[in-house]
């Protein structure tokens, strides 16, 4: 288990993972959505404006809320998918 980061907020606008939680492009990664908004994780370049394209993150009370980002990996962008003005992420180097 490496150390633990401050959660991160996330907004409808898409960020990049990899910057909001200083973890390098390519590290495995853990991702947690621990808020009720459904949010949606793109790998790649960053997404169009209103791109819905990615994979879901769904709420903390799912079993789809977390997701392992392996190693490899090209950039991570995430956001709330709809009006929710933020979420909580918790992000975890593996």
Known sequence: MSQTIP???VTPIW????TISS?????????HNKSTSLMILA????????SLDGVPLTSYRDNGASRIVASGSL???VRIKGN???????????
């Open 7 to 9: 959660d991160k907020i």
């Open 43 to 50: 790998e790649g370049t960053q997404p169009d404006v209103n």
């Open 84 to 94: 929710t003005s933020e979420g909580r992420l918790s992000v975890q180097e593996v």
């Open 15 to 18: 960020q990049s993972l990899n």
């Open 75 to 77: 950039e991570i962008w």
């Open 23 to 31: 973890i390098p492009i390519g590290t495995e990664m853990i991702v």
